[in-house]
């Protein structure tokens, strides 16, 4: 079993930046794909960014991508988002998720673990 635990949400005004972790337990980290997710009010769960197990891929999502960097840390166990140039679109609550596996993964319903949320909101 994996336990996701995101942290480093917040207010911040447009332009600004905001990093965001996510440490998990468990020893199987350095072998699963990695991902960042976003959910606005009345909106689906969207992909934002996505890593494979060894951190040499990423993929982005349109909206984010020249803004966003996923990287992450297989001695830490951690995963991370550094979020740029923040717009007011942006605003949501973001989960990381993981999943077991050597690619990355787009589809949410891909991941079975699933971090409890961090709120980011970027005022205009």
């Known amino acids: 079993q994996v336990q996701l635990v995101e942290s480093g949400g917040g207010l911040v005004q447009a332009g600004g930046s905001l990093r965001l972790s996510c440490t998990a337990s468990g020893s199987t980290f350095s072998r699963m794909s990695l991902g960042w997710f976003r959910q606005a009010p009345g909106k689906e769960r969207e992909f934002v960014a996505g890593?494979?197990?060894?951190?040499?891929?990423?993929l982005y999502a349109d909206s984010v991508k020249g803004r966003f960097t996923i990287s992450r840390d297989n001695v830490k166990n951690s995963v991370y988002l550094q979020m740029n140039s923040l717009k007011p679109e942006d605003t949501a609550i973001y989960y990381c998720?993981?999943?077991?596996?050597?690619?990355?993964?787009?589809?949410?319903?891909?991941?079975?673990?699933w971090g409890q949320g961090t709120q980011v909101t970027v005022s205009s």
């Open positions: 890593i494979n197990w060894g951190g040499g891929s990423t």
């Open positions: 998720a993981a999943a077991t596996g050597v690619y990355i993964l787009r589809s949410r319903q891909n991941y079975p673990y």
